[in-house]
């Protein structure tokens, strides 16, 4: 059953269901618990690379020559890993159904016509980006040795991230090849703390992840999911004010996945809670749309940003918002990649 609530309202049941002592006092989150003033000390910056300097890997066999979007028929589809763990496709109606490649263990670009993997290039780390619809590859970047990336920029230039533990978003930027820190909030390194799952609206405009405090043991009410204008990496040191949140607790598993028209942003539970919550960026609001005893993964948005596809054990599900129960689409398929329109020509 589909449930909406403000931010204050969630608060509270999650601070009831993480509490184990009826003593306990907790208020509601804010922005302010126990977060100090943010430092201004950059991320150490990588040594400038040419990035002319390597060639484009050649597509592997699998990859190359392939044009998988120009062959579809119109239709809606979803792309997902199957039980068998190959990358395949399979249109809204089910009348379609074809493995595209094996073996995916990379990323899909947010209209899912692009591969964006990591790579080892002559002894370096490096970002590389297939084009699905070209069959070839059309960029690469080298980044420092102890970046890792979760999300990207629209226009797939700067990567967000880790570099070497938690303790802050990194965002690398490929045109300056310097990293910045995002968000710091304490003056020294934690082990405890952990910032992580960055999410980069389509828009540009936001960054999401989430922010966490091991060390209390029934959490730190600042624990949360959060928001941080993209804009401000201009002037790291205003990020901190540039932040809204928590505009949901943390939960042990989740993925954040934005809607394509930026408004929403979708989180999702896979363990513990096994919950799907919607947000609504411009109402302020949480909307819990999906609970399950199952386990629950995968999700992506249609274009038109009125519907989510997502995964229950290995079923496909489509819910349009504002309807109160799911469809199943496919039995028994894998987890749900991204979602592909091809339109009539």
Known sequence: MKRTYTLKTLGVIFILISCTSPTLDIETPTLEHSIAVATNTPAPSPTPIENTATPLPSPTPELRGRSFYNE???SEYLTYLSTEWDFE?????????????????????????????????????????????????IAQYMVPECFFYYTWSPDEKS???????G??????????EEMLQLNNWVDTYDENL?????????????????????????????DGIYLTEAACLEVPSTCLERTIGPILPPHTGYRLVWSPNSRYLSIVYPNGARSIYIYDLQLDQATLVADSTERLGGLTWAYDSTRIFFSKNDDLYMLTLGDDEPI??????GYVMSYVEIPEP
């Open 72 to 74: 579809l028929p119109p």
């Open 159 to 165: 990567f967000a991230g880790s570099c070497g533990g």
């Open 194 to 222: 952990d910032y992580s799952n960055p999410s980069w609206s389509p828009d540009g405009k936001w960054i999401a992840y989430i922010y966490d405090t091991f060390a209390l043991p029934h959490g730190d009410p600042a």
């Open 89 to 137: 496709i399979i249109s809204l109606d089910t009348s379609y159904k074809g493995v595209l490649y094996e073996g995916l263990s990379e990323d899909l670009s947010h209209d899912g016509k692009r591969v964006i993997s990591r790579e080892t290039l002559d002894g370096q780390n490096a970002i590389v980006i297939f084009d699905l619809v070209k069959g070839e590859y």
């Open 328 to 333: 199943l689409i496919q039995a028994d398929t």
């Open 167 to 176: 303790e802050g978003i990194i965002v690398y930027s490929t045109e300056t």
